[in-house]
């Protein structure tokens, strides 16, 4: 099932348009191993153990500056001859992650996740009673979400954080593959809520979303299949790059986010914009992937510190 | 009384959440008799207050506090403007306060929260009229060019108390806050400049150092709420759905009365209540100074 429809709201400076193309909701496992894509997954995990900081503030735009125009007029460079990208990582290092569990009091559950810039706070309230009579389903538990982000998150001030059709794009997007791992025939006629508030915004936002709400479901308790992780990949001056952030992504070049069930080794997300030649799309595919595990290895990191953390303030 | 076993305990605690979910008032009355509350605060203290600057890297200023539970995130985006005509060298502060679903189970996407526009007026009143700001600092080229300072204050825990964490957190985000440097451009428009084009640039930036506003009389201020005889001071959620009628008070540093807020609730106060919530509010000013200025001590240090 593909859909491809030019794409006019995006985060970026309007100087392009460029088509997406939808997989959703697809699941297949990693069967066929071809060699060079197993190449790049030993690339990618000798040095994805290997984060790296952040560089220049990518908010402090000076006014003359050559992002908005066609990226064909001006030849930028992304990765330099030395292999190193405009924040200094190499091709196949994400930013650096960080996350918290528990931070709003009042919630079921709810968690801080970072990744370099992107900063994102999700909470989750749930199972509780359906508010809306006429939506509850007598034999499963009914998913809300709601993604929307702070005025303040972007380089220029967002005059509509919330009713946009970006917003709403991603709210779906983020529900169907949280629903997809939550075991919601366990609890018929309720709901679960999560809603989503992107605090700062510097690329791959909607993949900080996924974490994020991975771990607040994970807080609340809610029974799921497996945990869901993220990430993007993208492919700009013929190299392959792990984990975009704003200034990559908006430079016109394909952008691959991927989110996996790491335990069951399935994809539950697959999206992707602009045009990519099918090897090469394997090989970012794959990369991406790998990035989704790094991520899961963190995740699971943290609840287990979590949980001890549970246990011995309950004196076990 | 023997000694407590584990499920002894455990039934007592059950016994007593449910009391407290079926007969809250009486539940607290019962701890108010005693002159303390189930948190075991005093009846005159607040909870314990935390602010951080420089919460949000891609806005101007900011600062995260945090009263209790409650948590506000504050942060301050200019951008330039063309002054009106009545006040030519005058720049714009706009004030808003938005209160996310995550923030309390009461608030849902379709419907919401009462109290975000009633504290969002509020804090856009108390603000402008507590003089805090001078707008002539905000003018850049006298008829031409202004700042528009857009706040934005986003609720991520809604615990009680939510007009004066905001408060706090606006404060502590303006005295964060750093006005870009900017030049004119040959056409006669503003332009921003960023750190790398500072030294490289022909064009004089209009205004050379990265200038701080100057804050005088920093508006502080505390809710409380009256029930029969007790004065609560900073309640949490719970304790403001049971027992209604609020009292807020504004002091600036120079403990000069900015503004009396009491809409309407069931209990009738004498003036005597209202100069003791007014006593309790002075001490919380000279707490809430010392916490703001230790955040922008800290901040200088790094």
């Keep these: 099932m593909m859909q491809v429809r030019p794409n006019l709201d995006y985060e970026g400076p309007k100087s392009h348009q460029h088509h997406r193309a939808f997989v959703f909701g697809f699941e297949y496992g990693f069967l066929k191993e071809k060699l060079d894509q197993k190449e790049a997954a030993k690339r990618a995990n000798e040095q994805l153990g290997f984060v790296f900081d952040i560089g220049p503030n990518p908010w402090s735009k000076p006014a003359t500056s050559s992002f908005g125009c066609k990226p064909s007029l001006v030849k930028m460079e992304y990765v330099s001859p030395e292999g190193l990208r405009l924040d200094g990582r190499r091709p196949m290092e994400m930013r650096q992650i960080r996350a918290e569990i528990g931070t709003v009091a009042r919630a079921d559950g709810s968690a801080v996740f970072e990744m370099g810039n992107t900063k994102v706070i999700a909470a989750v309230y749930g199972p509780r009673e359906v508010q809306n009579r006429s939506q509850q389903i007598s034999d499963q538990a009914l998913v809300r979400c709601e993604y929307s982000m702070a005025n303040f998150s972007t380089g220029d001030r967002m005059r509509k954080p919330k009713g946009d059709r970006r917003s709403t794009e991603i709210s779906l997007v983020i529900r169907q593959t949280m629903e997809a791992c939550i075991l919601t025939h366990l609890m018929p006629r309720s709901q679960i809520d999560i809603f989503v508030q992107v605090l700062q915004a510097d690329g791959g936002t909607r993949s900080a979303c996924i974490n994020a709400a991975t771990l607040a479901l994970a807080d609340a308790g809610i029974p799921m299949r497996d945990i869901v992780t993220s990430c993007s990949a993208g492919y700009l001056n013929s190299t392959p790059l792990l984990d975009l952030n704003y200034i990559e992504d908006s430079a016109g070049g394909p952008d691959v986010t991927v989110g996996i069930l790491p335990k069951l080794d399935k994809v539950t997300l697959l999206q992707m914009d602009a045009k990519l030649p099918l090897d090469i799309f394997e090989n970012v595919m794959g990369l991406a992937t790998e990035g989704c595990k790094a991520v899961a290895n963190y995740i699971r990191e943290v609840l287990l510190e979590n949980t001890k953390q549970l246990e011995y303030r309950r004196g076990l | ?302």
């Design chain 2, 1 to 302: 009384m023997g000694l407590p076993n584990a499920s002894g305990d455990l039934s007592t605690e059950v016994e007593v959440d449910a009391f407290r979910r079926l007969f809250p008032l009486r539940f607290y009355e019962k701890h108010l008799s005693e002159s303390i509350r189930p948190d075991a605060r005093p009846l005159g203290r607040a909870r314990d207050t935390t602010i951080a600057l420089g919460a949000v890297a891609s806005a101007n200023g900011s600062a995260l506090a945090k009263i209790g539970s409650t948590t506000m995130l504050a942060a301050i985006k200019m951008e330039v403007m063309t002054p009106s005509t009545e006040t030519p060298d005058e720049g714009c502060v706009a004030i808003d306060f938005h209160m996310p679903p995550i923030c309390s189970p009461i608030v849902r996407p379709g419907r919401p929260a009462e109290a975000a526009p009633v504290v969002s007026k509020q804090l856009s009143d108390t603000i402008l009229s507590s003089g805090m700001i001078s707008l002539k600092e905000l003018c850049l080229v006298s008829g031409k060019a202004a700042w528009m300072a857009y706040l934005d204050i986003y609720c991520l825990d809604a615990d009680g108390a939510l007009f004066d964490t905001a408060l706090l957190s606006a404060v502590a985000a303006f005295s964060h806050l750093e006005i870009p440097v900017v030049s004119l451009n040959d056409d006669g428009k503003i332009v921003l400049l960023s750190e790398e084009q500072e030294g490289m640039s022909e064009r004089e930036p209009v205004n050379r150092e990265k200038r701080k506003l100057t804050l005088c009389s920093i508006p502080f201020s505390l809710t409380c709420i009256l029930h029969k005889n007790y004065i609560l001071a900073d309640p949490t959620a719970e304790e403001e759905s049971i027992m209604e009628t609020l009292v807020t008070i504004v002091l600036d540093s120079s403990s000069q009365l900015v503004s009396l807020y009491k809409p309407g609730g069931p209990v009738l106060a004498y003036t005597s209540a209202i100069q003791d919530c007014i006593a309790i509010t002075r001490q919380r000013v000279k707490e809430l100074q010392k916490i703001l200025e230790e955040a922008i001590s800290v901040m200088e240090v790094d």
